[in-house]
Every structure is written in C-alpha cells, then in structure tokens.
Nanobody, 119 residues
Framework: QVQLVESGGGLVQAGGSLRLSCAAS????????MGWYRQAPGRVREWVAT???????NYADSVKGRFTISRDNAKNTVYLQMNSLKPQDTAVYYC?????????????WGQGTQVTVSS
C-alpha cells in the first residue's frame, strides 16, 4: 500500500505564511502527479495545485501568486508554501498523488491537515 502523511497545518493570522508537507511511503513503484486539495466547512473539496514529476505546476486562480507547490522526488514528498494567507483559505488541506503501488496505478489521499487563518 501507499500512505500519504501531511504536516505543517496550524493557526495563522491573515497575511501570514505556512508550509505544508506531504510524504508518500510504502510499497511505491512510481509516483506521478502530486497535488493539494482543500475542503472548507460546508463546501465541496476543491483543487488547489498540482505538480507533475517533471516539475510542471498548475494553480487554482484563487491561490495563484500566493501559493507555491514543489516536490522532492528523492523523498517522495510534496510541499505547499502558502503566503499572504486569507481567512477564506481556512480549510482542511489534503495531499493527493497518482501512484503505482501493489494494486496498480490509482489515486491516494492523505488524512488532511487543518489550516485556520484568523482575520
């Protein structure tokens, strides 16, 4: 199996910064795209950013210019640097990857990490 473990969430004031990390472990044959999603209370989960294994990145319009996604392929880890945080960024942030594990190629999700931005 493949496990994803996020860390780095917390409480921050508006305008502040946080850095999220997500490490993949387990029986991994290969990892493709890695990304971040978020879900605010009462809302559907939304895509935030994606990075391919060649380093190409894409961002949701709501975070473009404020968030930066990066990855360390040697560590099977993806990061999300979040700057200029706003109260509307408050959500549980989930890591996602498309990986080749024992069961074949499929999507995997982390357990989520809470980010709270106070005004």
């Amino acid at each position: 199996q493949v496990q994803l473990v996020e860390s780095g969430g917390g409480l921050v004031q508006a305008g502040g910064s946080l850095r999220l990390s997500c490490a993949a472990s387990g029986s991994i044959f290969s990892i493709g795209a890695m990304g971040w999603y978020r879900q605010a209370p009462g809302r559907v989960r939304e895509w935030v950013a994606t990075i391919l294994n060649i380093g190409s990145t894409n961002y949701a319009d709501s975070v473009k210019g404020r968030f930066t996604i990066s990855r360390d392929n040697a560590k099977n880890t993806v990061y999300l640097q979040m700057n200029s945080l706003k109260p509307q960024d408050t959500a549980v942030y989930y890591c996602n990857t498309n990986a080749h594990g024992p069961g074949g190629v499929r999507d995997y999700w982390g357990q989520g990490t809470q980010v709270t931005v106070s005004s």
